[in-house]
């Protein structure tokens, strides 16, 4: 796993120091252009809907996903979740397709569940697909996938009314509607579902992710028009559910997903927000990024990184913690060149770099003659994990070498400059 930790990240345009219009230790290390507005994946296969294509990628290595393919299936899509070789879609005008993965360079559609029904959202545990519907008579549904291209219909929770998405946690679906807050369901028992409770901080709550006893939801406030939420609650006895705490987001939260101390958030036009949630009652922002188009949905892979489903891409990011010991904030172990974004690139890519102590440093383009053709940074800089542009006007197509040097030391990478 790669092991990185941050005090300042500084982005240089070529002669003169600027501040990135995010948080300093979030960092952009990737993109893949595709519509990206949902999210699912597995141990090797990162999955994207968005506008009506499925996308498939191998994540192998997690902050290069290869695009194996582009699949069309129906417009529409609201939620996606793989289970072995199948990947479900929970669509508005269609109920739920399903999509054969077995050979991933050529999925195939083998059907529908719950066919004609509205269906917004989706989980998967323990080999039972839960599906919300809007409509209001039908609510919670439940289906058996042990044969998953065929689902069988267990039971439903009727009603729930205009349920738009569910997450299970243990023996209780936790269920978000449009009017009514949350709905905890009882569904030790999928054929017989039973309404238990419900967590009505807000109305318009839109993601729930748990660590053990905790829930923590994202929601709009709807007094507060465009402003999101983000609640802890204990739900260790979901009959009565109780909140600890809240932070407010800047935009609506539509979107959260948790793991360790942390709980990773998108807010639409105002990105991704990232929360030290070790305690419920004191949450606390330390990372953001304002992302480019509009945040819907966000992933965690290997290592940490970050994927956000940013409608027009499929966004790739890493968060670099500052790790305090005895009340100072550590520095990075690792003198290197951690990253070239993006590479191949076509006039401007982005270097960054870390250095383990301060230090006299020289960051310079070479051709591969040898010859120096940019100095893009030089003088004395702090520890820590920094950035740098490169705007390659006027140079030829062709391979450069990046080099790094501070205290006897040196690092090289090579990038690719594509006219």
């Known amino acids: ?16 120091a600027v501040f990135a219009q995010d948080s300093l230790n979030v960092l952009k290390v990737g993109s893949c252009n595709i ?26 290595d997690p902050i290069d996903p290869q695009e194996i393919c582009r699949f069309e299936t129906l417009p529409g899509t609201e939620d996606i979740a793989v289970f072995g070789d ?19 360079e050529n999925p195939t559609d083998v059907g529908r569940v719950a066919e004609g029904l509205s269906v917004w959202g989706l989980d998967i545990q323990d080999d039972i697909l839960y599906i919300a519907a809007l409509e209001l008579e039908i609510g919670l549904q439940a289906f058996d996938l042990m044969e998953p291209a065929t689902p069988r219909f267990l039971g439903s929770m009727d009603p729930v009314p205009a349920a ?47 660590v053990n006893d905790i829930a923590y939801i994202a929601a709009l406030v709807p007094e507060e028009e465009g402003m999101g939420m983000v609640c802890a609650v204990d739900i260790s006895n979901p009959n009565d559910p109780e909140e600890l705490g809240r932070l407010g987001m800047p935009a609506g939260a539509v979107h959260i997903i948790s793991r360790d ?7 639409e036009n105002s990105g991704l927000r990232i929360l030290d949630v070790s305690s419920h009652f004191e949450m606390e922002e330390v990372g953001f990024y304002d992302t480019p188009g509009m945040a819907e949905h966000v992933a965690l892979g290997a ?12 966004g790739i990011y890493q968060y670099i913690p500052p790790e305090s010991v005895n009340g100072e904030v550590t520095v990075p172990l690792e003198f290197r060149i951690v990253s070239a974004f993006p590479n191949p690139f076509n006039n401007t890519t982005t270097i960054g770099y870390s ?25 004395m800089m702090p520890a820590g994990t920094h950035e ?28 690719v400059l594509v006219r």
């Open 355 to 379: 250095l383990p102590a301060a230090g006299v440093v020289s960051l310079a383009v070479y051709d591969l003659s040898g010859r120096e053709v940019v100095n893009l940074a030089e003088g």
């Open 35 to 60: 519509p990206a507005y949902k999210i699912a994946q597995d141990d090797d296969y990162l999955y994207t809907i968005g506008r009506g294509i499925l996308g498939v990628f191998d994540v192998n």
């Open 86 to 104: 199948y990947v479900y879609l929970a669509n508005i005008d269609s109920g739920v397709v399903i999509i054969d993965v077995s050979d991933p």
């Open 1 to 16: 796993m790669k092991q990185l930790t941050v005090i300042i990240l500084v982005m240089l345009l070529a002669s003169s």
């Open 303 to 314: 290592d940490d990184v970050i994927y956000v489903a940013d409608m027009n891409e499929l």
């Open 261 to 267: 101390d942390n709980a990773y958030v998108v807010c």
């Open 164 to 210: 738009f998405h569910v997450y299970v946690h243990g023996n209780h679906a936790f269920v978000p509607t449009l009017f009514d807050g949350i709905r905890i369901v009882d569904v030790s028992d999928p054929s017989d579902m039973t309404l238990i409770g419900g967590i009505d901080i807000f109305p318009s709550s839109f993601s729930v992710t748990f």
């Open 388 to 415: 740098a542009v490169w705007t390659a006007d006027g140079m030829a197509s062709g391979v450069y070498v990046v080099k790094l040097e501070a205290g006897g030391v040196s690092a090289r990478e090579k990038v």
